[in-house]
């Protein structure tokens, strides 16, 4: 089924449940309303009552945001369905607006004849003139179009929360479960998902615990008693695959693959790294998991984290380094030398809006050149990109897999659209991992010598040799190795042909993925081609399309160097090839540099992932010229 426009419908007949098949609800409220633990809740109960999902959280970058204002709004996006979906979602059918910030950043892209949930009691003069208010928006007629469900929201969780035992400021900390609450309610999401994170959550907390539960069922009371919509909406299951499935995000999909790597190589893993948004949670989700023989460091800054790194490579373990854009740029004279040494290790990217520090917690598509040539010399290296938050498993296995088997680093691009979004994940069978251990070299390679930079005839990979191992001593550092020896050497010719089997080495590699494979219309003049989270937009898009009956086809790429070895006879086997990117056009560049095709971009850089209603109507474009 595609992914389709709708509009809540209003039916005057009191207390009747309505079928929806999908539905798309954005909370927005301060940084400190809570409004990304409510959607996750809401998400969360949604997927444990079986809808397919996805999310896009969204928030500011500073800690303390100024209160009341736009530059301070947080929300949660989250698009749940009875059918496969690919995206959070356009345009909101339904937003709470915590305060007025919340509803004026917001307003602009809720639905025609949308829902708006908003705590009435933060609109006061105070909080209208922050957000940049006139006038109080829901009583100078400007809403009227849209169906408003409004709440004295703070009042309402003092009375439910009274006697708990919280005071003070505590006290309204637990209206975001109120509104959590009332959303439950108009939606038929069940409560028991939620009660019992909370009981586990603030178990040593009991006062907090039964603020929120009275808080949460308050909401859910308010729209009962009060009749606060005359219909309520349920969105069925989903007809999934069979299995058992978990919500998940991009990072911690991408720790659970560095797991499963480290297993799937019966190797211990070592992360090292430095914090840095929005990478850090893959770090968090690591240091909980000591019982996979996974080490944990985490460095004072990024050069130390990914100089650790290489020493925990070079003895013997599976090394991951994880960053974002400026991290990126301060580690690379340290790849350099991993790829010099010709060591195994993988750098993780979670993309970010840059250049510079840049905007830390909006999405973009702009590390790519930077990943393939960023480093000094001719240092060619693999690089791949998940295109789902599940995918970042996946992605993270078939990275180890080949840092290991051509003994090189790789670099694996992901960013916050990933990162932080989520969607169901049918949990595969661990037993059925792929073997990509690579075996230590244990003795001379070469009759009774051991040659550290004999290479397999195969894949041009050098032999992994763990220091301490007795006669397998050698050198290892950033200097130019002399050819089988590895002793150091300045000779014009040998450098030469360093480089060249290097290059060789990392281009071979396009024999060793799947090829590209295209989907939709066969017979299709326009290629749209993606890379990374442009994924689900680019899907969605076709999908729409292709049911009104416009032939057009897409294709994926989660292999960006060296590209699969089929890629340019698909390209043109096209008239045309449209490339949406978060970017000013990175993948166009490479397209056209190395298959000579007019390949046509579609870019922007506007702190916000592409919507599938903007792919759809560029393809159109496209088409109809």
Known sequence: MSETTATLPVNESPSEQQELDKVIIRFAGDSGDGMQLAGTRFTDASAAFGNDLATFPSFPAEIRAPAGTLAGVSTFQVQIADFDILTPGDEPDVLVAMNPAGLKSNLKDVRPNGTIVVNSEAFIERNLHRAGYDKNPLEDGSLDSYRIISAPMETLTKEAVKETGVTGREVLRSKNFFALGLMAWLFNRPLDPTTEWLEKKFSKRPEVLNAN????????????????????????????????????????????????????????????????????????????????????????????????????????????????????????????????????????????????????????????????????????????????????????????????????????LSDNSIATGSEPWNLPDVSKLPDISKPFLTGPNAGDEYLPYLRDPQTFARDWAVPGTPGLEHRIGGLEKQEVTGNVSYDPNNHQLMIDTRAWKIANIANDIDPVETDGDPDAKLLVLGWGSTYGVIQGAARRLLKRGVPVATAHLRHLNPFPANLGEVIRSFEKVLIPELNMGQLRHLIRAEYLVPAIGFNKVSAEPFKVSEVEKKILEIIES
């Open 213 to 412: 539960l009275a808080a949460l069922k308050a909401g859910w009371n308010f729209g009962l008693t009060t009749d606060a919509a005359r219909t309520t909406y349920s969105v069925k299951p989903a007809k999934l695959e069979p299995g058992t499935y978990t919500n998940v995000t991009g990072n911690t999909a991408m720790a659970w693959g560095v797991i499963a790597a480290g297993q799937a190589a019966k190797l211990p893993v070592f992360y090292g790294t430095y914090p840095i948004t929005p990478a850090s949670d893959i770090l968090h989700e690591l240091s909980r998991h000591k019982n996979f023989g996974v080490k944990t460091f985490q460095a004072e800054d990024e050069i130390a984290g990914i100089g650790a790194t290489v020493g925990a490579a070079f003895t013997g373990h599976l090394a991951f380094t994880g960053t974002s854009g400026p991290g990126l740029a301060l580690k690379s004279e340290t790849i350099s030398l991993a790829l010099m040494t010709e060591l195994p290790l993988i750098i993780i990217d979670v993309q970010r809006g840059g250049p510079s520090t840049g905007l830390p917690t909006k999405p973009e598509q702009a590390d790519l050149l930077f990943s393939i040539f960023g480093r000094h010399g001719e240092a060619p290296m693999p690089v791949l990109a998940a295109k789902s938050p599940s995918d970042a498993f996946a992605i993270t296995i078939e990275a180890a897999r080949i840092a290991l088997k051509y003994m090189t680093p790789v670099i694996v």
